[in-house]
DNA sequence: GTCAGGATTGACTTTAACGTAAATCGTGCC
DNA sequence: GGCACGATTTACGTTAAAGTCAATCCTGAC
């Protein structure tokens, strides 16, 4: 029999491949991932066996990665998903870490903003270039 | 006297440490985005005088940098804002990679979203958390 | 004119994030 | 029970984006 019987949409493993062709990575890629103690599939015998919760990780990297984040930040953000310190001092570490991050993204999407702004304007130009030229065509 | 008069505001010329400072970044950064293309500063002999459009430039590159682009990508935004072409078919090539762009930008924005809504997620756990074990501090 | 300190050049090094290749392993199928 | 084929491991290679270092060059101040 196949490693797993494929219910309707959601399975219970999937092999590495399954993922690669998900995500359009490399399996390269998703091994590197492990060897940084981002991602821990099971095994059975050496053959990884991903869950949902991995391929949800995986994921969540793959989101962080485009958006410029390098694995040392991407390891930093799911630390923070963590369950929350108990103590007041380490508790106070994360907020302060959340805050710097929100920081950061939200002068990402204002970069993006101004980006898409300006695009827009290419954009507009562009279609007032084309209706000159092609008056006609 | 110095090399520029500086005229309350906005000068004519900055020195490349100039630049260091205003955008922390090091001249070795400055001069490999120039050795890229990416900037032409003008020259006084050998020393690189940058001007206002120079510095915008600058700010632009590194933007591009903050939303995770490579150099190579943000040569390809750059061109996209010269002058658009007088050719139908390259104005319709412009166009579809202004659209090509857009859409890399609003799934950035997409992920940023969502980013923030679990880091805001995270930040309240923490305050309820904070709330517990602070009782009385 | 000389001298100190910033700017430049050129070359080599580094780091992150994988790519690639070779050899081994394992396992399901006939 | 042998074999084809996908997965794994190990190790070295590569690329982008700078970092670093040494030597030279200006140039304005004294």
Same mark, same amino acid.
Do not use: N
């Given at each position: 029999?196949?490693? +797993?019987?494929?219910?309707?949409?959601?399975?219970?493993?999937?092999? #590495?491949? +399954?993922?690669?062709?998900?995500?359009?990575?490399?399996?390269?890629?998703? =091994?590197?991932?492990? +060897?940084? !103690?981002?991602?821990?599939?099971? =095994?059975? !015998?050496?053959? =990884?066996?991903?869950?949902?919760?991995?391929?949800?990780?995986?994921?969540?990297?793959?989101? !962080?990665?485009?958006?410029?984040?390098? &694995?040392?930040? &991407?390891?930093? #953000?799911? +630390?923070?998903?963590?369950?929350?310190?108990?103590?007041?001092?380490?508790?106070?570490?994360?907020?302060?870490?959340?805050?710097?991050?929100? !920081?950061?993204?939200? *002068?990402? =999407?204002?970069? &993006?903003?101004?980006?898409?702004?300006?695009?827009? *304007?290419?954009?507009?130009?562009?279609?007032?270039?084309?209706?000159? #030229?092609?008056?006609?065509?």
């Amino acid at each position: 029999m196949a490693l +797993d019987t494929p219910s309707a949409d959601s399975r219970e493993y999937y092999t #590495i491949t +399954d993922l690669t062709r998900e995500f359009g990575v490399s399996t390269r890629t998703i =091994r590197f991932y492990e +060897d940084e !103690g981002l991602i821990s599939p099971l =095994r059975r !015998g050496r053959t =990884r066996l991903f869950r949902q919760s991995d391929r949800r990780l995986l994921s969540f990297i793959l989101r !962080g990665k485009r958006l410029g984040f390098s &694995i040392a930040e &991407i390891r930093e #953000i799911k +630390d923070m998903y963590k369950e929350p310190p108990g103590e007041a001092g380490q508790l106070r570490l994360l907020m302060a870490k959340v805050k710097e991050k929100r !920081g950061e993204l939200e *002068q990402k =999407r204002r970069d &993006i903003e101004e980006t898409l702004r300006e695009l827009e *304007q290419v954009e507009e130009t562009s279609l007032a270039r084309l209706a000159e #030229i092609g008056v006609g065509t």
